[in-house]
């Protein structure tokens, strides 16, 4: 059974036209995380969730915001997507703990194209 | 966080054991390795991790040398589904737990 899903898996909008992506997962981890890949490129994080505190990446665009509104969604939001955020979207989710590491699960991805 | 060095492409002959390197040479002490692969058109897919000592689990074997500077993961008999983009990753424990992704290997496995 999916446990970090991500839809649509496919999802297109013109240049400029906001857009959002969603995230729900069924592990009832406390850290949910975003990620964008470009074509032939490692992902690259771009914030995270630790319980409903926000961090975002120094170098994360303010083009790119994220909303969490319970423990099982996480949203991403483009909020005038340039042809260059053209991209693979992954999310992940974690437990997040002091004491000990935990991995990361991801889901399979949302693969935005922008006209 | 520590930064990994991973070859770019490795080729592997189907049934063989699959020895994927990862230098990581500035980790530090609370530093773990992470091993993910990602195979085309899915999420990376959590393999194995460790500390200082070898780890073993069902998918692959972790050897981690004893100064930590590098570490290997060992698919011990590979199968066409191994091919995939493979991961090596230094990461702190500590709350967020965030993962920077080196370039990765891509390994092929051949039959």
């Known amino acids: 059974d999916a446990m970090v899903i991500q839809n649509p898996r496919y999802q297109v909008t013109q240049f400029g036209k906001p857009v959002t992506l969603s995230c729900s997962q069924t592990?009832?981890?406390?850290?949910m995380y975003w990620y964008q890949q470009k074509s032939s490129q490692a992902p690259k994080l771009l914030f995270h969730?630790?319980?409903?505190?926000?961090?975002n990446e120094a170098d994360t665009p303010d083009n790119f915001q994220s909303r969490r509104p319970n423990t099982s969604f996480c949203f991403l939001d483009i909020r005038s997507p340039g042809l260059g955020d053209a991209a693979m979207y992954l999310c992940?989710?974690?437990?997040?703990?002091?004491?000990?590491?935990?991995?990361?699960?991801f889901g399979d991805g949302t693969r935005l194209s922008i006209l | 966080d520590a930064k990994t060095t991973q070859p770019t492409s490795m080729d592997c002959a189907e049934g063989r054991a699959a020895n994927l390197p990862c230098n990581h040479s500035t980790i530090s002490g609370n530093e773990y390795v992470y091993w993910y692969r990602q195979i085309h058109s899915q999420g990376p897919q959590y393999i194995i991790h460790g500390l200082k000592n070898n780890e073993t689990n069902e998918m692959a074997s972790l050897i981690i040398t004893e100064d930590r500077k590098s570490s290997t993961l060992i698919l011990p008999h590979a199968t066409l589904r191994d091919t995939a983009v493979y991961y090596c990753?230094?990461?702190?424990?500590?709350?967020?737990?965030?993962?920077?992704f080196g370039t990765g290997t891509s390994l092929t496995v051949i039959p």
């Open positions: 592990l009832n981890h406390n850290v």
């Open positions: 990753i230094v990461r702190v424990a500590d709350t967020g737990n965030q993962f920077y």
């Open positions: 969730y630790y319980d409903k505190d926000f961090n």
């Open positions: 992940a989710t974690s437990r997040g703990s002091t004491v000990s590491n935990q991995p990361q699960h």
